[in-house]
């Protein structure tokens, strides 16, 4: 056995340069503090947010100090608790993969990609996380991951309900206590069907072709799936992300709303001709992501409304639409989704102009994400809530619901019999909300220039502020998407 060498100083870790690691090869890995520990702080720089792999090729877990003295004191590894509970992850990159599989599959990624997975064997068995840890070379880390009655863990006083929310708490870390940033997850085309039941497309599935606009996070192309030649968009997220002041930040595919509910928008072909059918993702770490959509040729109805006009869009066909957008908000209650943001801009016309599908699901949650969904992510999507089409008691109290989206539809409705104008364009966008609720402010019924492009007496009377209609000030008033559809299909 070779002799133990002087302590190597920790150079990868800033802020941690008094812990040194022990090149002792005897299969344990152990931290040396090179002073003792005099004040809370120094005992919190003291805690080793490293777990190294050992010689021995065993996961360890993260080291804690034991209580210091005058001398200099070795760190040992805590060890693990013999309850171990062992069932599938809810983390969509985790793989039932040792450590050499994981260090080859994460050997050609950029620095910050992980990946859960097990660890151990039989009554041993258990989870770790593997990161790359520097980007030019291969060099990784792994952490154990310990499970048990009170949840998962990786320090044992920070302990959490799921896989999800022990990830996202580590990425939420300004100062990064595990070797490297957790940017990017590693996920195979089993771990993305398991967690959003859709597809993870190899970047040779899809074959892209122009440009047909540009979305938030990059542009959206035209292309079609090798396999089928069915008419794709394709809506690049551009990587890597990066917030207000250029720092990288990391990947959470649950961030996009698109992605988190492709289980649903994935089988709209089978069960609602009115959604924009999504199919899936293409992925690698750091420089691609994409949501990959159903093509709709006609482009949105506003660019349809403003183009087209009163000449081509009359009557028979904008109420067409009316039982098309209904149809599809109907089939988004029955699966428990708000679209928050239903607007002229977000439905999508077949290439002969005749069908209407809901789509743009960039804001879009269910009724569970609203309780559950975190905070910093539900805020920022409401965020970039369009004021003029939202209802005011979301605008107000930030409350969703069936009854919120009724409301944008009214507008939508309202959109279409004046081809395309703002709502609201006398009003300041900042005195909408209190005008809504104070002066009982409503857009106007536009002017018909004859009877083809008239709004029907029905439609006129739930776009107004009384009871039962899609303008009630209060959600608990207003009709329903059902009685709204009701009404749009015995209109003749």
Known sequence: MKKSGPPVPNRRFPGYENV?????????????VTSPAKSSEDLKLAKVKLLRQSSSGNERNLFRP????????QIHAMPSPAERLFSEP?????????RIQAEEQLSNQPMGTYLIRTSGKGTKKGYALSIKSVGDQNI???YKIIKDHSGYYIEDEYKYKSFQQLIHQYQ?????????????????????????????????DVQLSNTVGKGEYGQVYAGQLVSSNAKIAAKEINLPLRNNTGEIMPVRLNLFSEIRLLAKLSKTKENSKNIVQHFGIIYSPGNNLKIIEELMEGGSLLDALKTHGRQYLQNSKLISYCKQIASGLLYLKKNQIIHRDIAARNIFLSKNLDIAKIGDFGLAITTTEIATLPRDIDTLLAS?????????????????SFKSDVWSFGILIWEMWSYGRSPYRKTLVENVLN?????????????????????????????SSNSRTMWSLLPEERISIEDAL?????IH
């Open 20 to 32: 040194y690691m022990d090149n002792d090869t005897s299969g344990i890995v152990k931290p040396i």
């Open 66 to 73: 034991e209580p210091f003295n005058n001398d200099y004191e």
């Open 90 to 98: 809810d983390d969509v990159t985790f793989q039932k993969i040792n």
């Open 140 to 142: 990784f880390d792994h």
């Open 172 to 204: 939420l870390e300004k100062q990064p206590v595990l070797s490297a940033q957790l940017l990017y997850p590693l996920i195979t085309k089993g771990s993305f069907k398991r967690i959003f039941d859709a597809r993870l497309f190899d970047k040779e």
């Open 384 to 400: 970039k809530i369009a004021v003029k089409w939202t209802a005011p008691e979301a605008l107000k109290n930030a409350k969703y």
């Open 435 to 463: 005008q809504i609720i104070e002066i009982n402010l409503r857009c106007e019924i536009p002017e018909a220039t004859n009877s083809s492009n008239q709004m029907p007496r029905e439609l006129m009377y739930i776009l």
């Open 486 to 490: 009701e009404i749009i299909q015995n």
